[in-house]
Nanobody
Framework: QVQLVESGGGLVQAGGSLRLSCAAS????????MGWFRQAPGKEREFVAA????????YSADSVKGRFTISKDNAKNTVCLQMNSLKPEDTAVYYC????????????????WGQGTQVTVSS
């Protein structure tokens, strides 16, 4: 079992920054792919960024490339999402997710999910 808890969401003006953190439990943490997804009202959950548990390779959606950075700290069992140059279209509930093994950008292939943290970007 893996338990995930997100934190760091809030309200920020366009152009600002936020850093989301995901605290994870479980001995297999280092072997899990960790991802961030987001879901805006009326929209499907979409992939944002992830780091592979197999290779350590980082993946990110085109919409956030150059602005968002994912990182993982195995010693602290945390994964973070540094979000810079935020735009109103980034407004969504952000979820931390985990799955054993390799990377995928399909949310339904992730086994564990946090409760989500709201990010609101004002114009």
């Amino acid at each position: 079992q893996v338990q995930l808890v997100e934190s760091g969401g809030g309200l920020v003006q366009a152009g600002g920054s936020l850093r989301l953190s995901c605290a994870a439990s479980g001995r297999a943490f280092t072997r899990y792919t960790m991802g961030w997804f987001r879901q805006a009202p009326g929209k499907e959950r979409e992939f944002v960024a992830a780091i592979s548990g197999n290779t350590g390779r980082v993946y990110s959606a085109d919409s956030v490339k150059g602005r968002f950075t994912i990182s993982k700290d195995n010693a602290k069992n945390t994964v973070c999402l540094q979000m810079n140059s935020l735009k109103p279209e980034d407004t969504a509930v952000y979820y931390c997710a985990a799955r054993p093994g390799s990377f995928t950008y399909y949310p339904y292939e992730y086994d564990y999910w946090g409760q989500g943290t709201q990010v609101t970007v004002s114009s």
